[in-house]
T-cell receptor, first 112, second 113 residues
Framework: KNEVEQSPQNLTAQEGEFITINCSYS?????LHWLQQHPGGGIVSLFM???GKKKHGRLIATINIQEKHSSLHITASHPRDSAVYIC??????????????FGKGTHLIIQP | SQTIHQWPATLVQPVGSPLSLECTVE??????LYWYRQAAGRGLQLLFY??????ISSEVPQNLSASRPQDRQFILSSKKLLLSDSGFYLC????????????FGDGTRLSIL
């Protein structure tokens, strides 16, 4: 079964800094998810990617399938980016129709 | 457009009482449906998933059960709640094929007293 490691667990940065969050997993997959969880608990899906890079606004996600590694970057970080960022992958090889296995999350705080 | 509704948002229940959390999806047919739990200080964990009416798969043994009486309805239940059932419960859906994004409900915060 897939195991997910995320780093760092906690990250505090100043507004405007470039942020990188890393995710590694153990079993080959066809798609990886990046999620954002706000203090109230609600979860938003940021990206689902299977190769290369995706960009949405100031957020960029990359994945290297061979190395089983993904990164989430935030450019020009802002206090409203403060949240928990979670990496998730299928528990077994495949795309995840049978659910997701989650990393423990990275608690990001952006100070003004 | 597709929407997912989960209720209630918060729930306080005594130990030993029953539980029923409901999740419905609109705007799509034959979705894959999921129940996840986030215990205090821990990561999200898959509890149940369903790929069709009456089809339930369980990931971990627990005090909970799930049912899918209709195509777009997913219910999480317990006959007798334990203190360890406290947590944040999330329902989610995805398209019927592999590699589809998951869409999450707003969650239910369950406190057991």
């Amino acid at each position: 079964k897939n195991e997910v490691e995320q780093s760092p667990q906690n990250l505090t940065a100043q507004e405007g800094e470039f942020i990188t969050i890393n995710c590694s997993y153990s079993v080959g997959i066809s798609a990886l998810h990046w999620l954002q969880q706000h203090p109230g608990g609600g979860i938003v899906s940021l990206f689902m990617l299977s190769s290369g890079k995706k960009k949405h606004g100031r957020l960029i996600a990359t994945i290297n399938i061979q190395e089983k590694h993904s990164s989430l970057h935030i450019t020009a970080s802002h206090p409203r980016d403060s949240a928990v960022y979670i990496c998730a992958v299928p528990p077994y090889s495949g795309g995840g129709a049978d659910g997701l296995t989650f990393g423990k999350g990275t608690h990001l705080i952006i100070q003004p | 457009s597709q929407t997912i509704h989960q209720w209630p948002a918060t729930l306080v229940q005594p130990v030993g009482s029953p539980l029923s959390l409901e999740c419905t999806v609109e705007g799509t047919s034959n979705p894959n449906l999921y129940w996840y739990r986030q215990a205090a200080g821990r990561g999200l964990q898959l509890l149940f998933y369903s790929v069709g009416i009456g089809q339930i798969s369980s990931e971990v043994p627990q005090n909970l059960s799930a049912s899918r009486p209709q195509d777009r309805q997913f219910i999480l239940s317990s006959k007798k709640l334990l203190l360890s059932d406290s947590g944040f419960y999330l329902c989610a859906w995805s398209g019927g094929r592999d590699g589809q994004p998951q869409h999450f409900g707003d969650g239910t915060r369950l406190s057991i007293l």
